[in-house]
T-cell receptor
Framework: GAVVSQHPSRVICKSGTSVKIECRSLDFQATTMFWYRQFPKQSLMLMATSNEGSKATYEQGVEKDKFLINHASLTLSTLTVTSAHPEDSSFYIC??????????????FGPGTRLTVL | AQSVTQPDIHITVSEGASLELRCNYSYGATPYLFWYVQSPGQGLQLLLKYFSGDTLVQGIKGFEAEFKRSQSSFNLRKPSVHWSDAAEYFCAVGATSGTYKYIFGTGTRLKVLA
């Protein structure tokens, strides 16, 4: 149990376009979902935390108008990179935390989405 | 605020040698602690975790880690490294309340010599 998927796994887009990445908890309900960004050969940096039905909380330095997060249901969160530019090229990873029960205090990670902006 | 330090950016060991990767944390109480491994271009794989109880934690792939409160450390160990262990290793500190947010260390890249 506790499987998290991301779609797409890879995306290439042109500069100035918007890209949406989906994160789904497949076999559990997620109270909270997290979005991380990882530049090549660097660590994961938490971008934002989202709770179902409420606005996301962004980490300092992350542009909320640039990275739109929607957590519309207990199993789905989306990250939209608006007006993407080459510097937004990165590996985006989501994670989800169970609503209740076993391992409620642990995050389960998706496989990541590689975004390349040309 | 929570923080985590992995002092070694790169480590090279010979296959069959023992391994220890260091992790030090800062947190107001005993945090949740995790070690993840990441191969190039791949996602994270959880090696082991500590929430409470026995301070020596066994994980997958023959890894173990020991929580030392007095040293604010959670070092990862393996008695005999295999070539397939070459990867990036991340230590993470998890908050014990609120959103249970994680902060990741900068990572240690492990190279294994044949």
């Amino acid at each position: 149990g506790a499987v998290v998927s991301q779609h797409p796994s890879r995306v290439i887009c042109k500069s100035g376009t918007s890209v949406k990445i989906e994160c789904r908890s497949l076999d559990f309900q997620a109270t909270t979902m997290f979005w991380y960004r990882q530049f090549p050969k660097q660590s994961l940096m938490l971008m934002a935390t989202s709770n179902e039905g409420s606005k996301a909380t962004y980490e300092q330095g992350v542009e909320k108008d640039k990275f739109l997060i929607n957590h519309a249901s207990l199993t789905l969160s989306t990250l939209t990179v608006t007006s993407a530019h080459p510097e937004d090229s990165s590996f985006y990873i989501c994670s989800a935390r169970r609503r209740q029960g076993v391992a409620y205090n642990e995050q389960f990670f998706g496989p990541g989405t590689r975004l390349t902006v040309l | 605020a929570q923080s985590v330090t992995q002092p070694d950016i790169h480590i090279t060991v010979s296959e069959g040698a023992s391994l220890e990767l260091r992790c030090n944390y800062s947190y107001g109480a005993t945090p949740y602690l995790f070690w993840y491994v990441q191969s190039p271009g791949q996602g994270l794989q959880l090696l082991l975790k500590y929430f409470s109880g026995d301070t020596l934690v066994q994980g997958i792939k023959g890894f173990e880690a020991e929580f030392k409160r007095s040293q604010s450390s959670f070092n990862l160990r393996k008695p005999s490294v295999h070539w397939s262990d070459a990867a990036e290793y991340f230590c993470a500190v998890g908050a014990t309340s609120g959103t249970y947010k994680y902060i990741f260390g900068t990572g240690t890249r492990l190279k294994v010599l044949a």
